[in-house]
């Protein structure tokens, strides 16, 4: 799902370029639905014409992607930045509840890009890195043939459902109590997994994405 951009944009101009595109796009998103963002709305509060659009990004879906690429690494990193110590029920990642906060405080934002049920650009982007890299993981401390799959999917499909629907004020909780919610309902979709045959956790307590 990598944004379509031009043979040259290794070229620091053309990173320059992107970036204000990116950040035209978010800025944009804040104040309404992508879906009523324009092209040329998004070229003029970058201070670039059509023409320079369209050379770094086939459409404004392929420019969304790329401009929700940062917050799907820092969500993706968030879920599995315990480290080697074992995995608490009680006790997620600092750096999740962080994620949720700042997810909230451009909740506008998000809302635009992460549509109901886990969909739209950001949800589609998420929901693939968190299950190639919960995929990835598994895969490297489990047996093989232990349906890793399933459990990835499910992990990545928990975590987007959940968060959209928060974002989309169906879900009432604060970033520390969502924090705690869904790392609770991801130790036990692995704790799950492991029972049915699916692998055994890693040594020393179950590790909730791999």
Do not use: K, N
């Not at 009680?90 to 509840?97: F, H, R, Y």
Request: hydrophobic share 45%.
């Amino acid at each position: 799902m990598a944004p379509a951009v031009t043979a040259g944009s290794g070229d620091p101009r053309s990173a320059r370029t992107r970036g204000r595109l990116r950040a035209a796009l978010l800025a944009a998103c804040e104040e309404q639905p992508l879906d009523r963002v324009s092209v040329s709305e998004v070229a003029r509060r970058a201070g670039v014409g059509r023409a320079t659009f369209y050379l770094h990004y086939a459409d404004l879906r392929a420019l969304a992607v790329d401009a929700c690429a940062e917050v799907v690494r820092q969500a993706v990193d968030a879920l599995h930045a315990w480290g080697d110590a074992p995995a608490r029920p009680d006790a997620p990642p600092a750096e999740l509840a962080g994620l949720l906060g700042a997810v909230r405080d451009r909740a506008e934002l998000y809302r635009s890009l992460l549509g109901p049920g886990g969909g739209g650009p950001l949800g589609e982007l998420l929901h693939e890195e968190l299950r190639s890299r919960s995929l990835a993981e598994l895969r490297r401390r489990r047996p093989a043939g232990t349906a890793a799959e399933v459990t990835a999917a499910a992990v990545a499909g928990l975590f987007c459902g959940v968060l959209a629907d928060w974002v989309h004020a169906r879900i009432d909780a604060t970033p520390a109590q969502l924090a705690a919610r869904v790392w609770r309902m991801l130790i036990a979709v692995h704790a799950a997994a492991a029972s049915h045959g699916q692998g055994t956790p890693a040594a020393g307590g179950a590790s909730p994405l791999r």
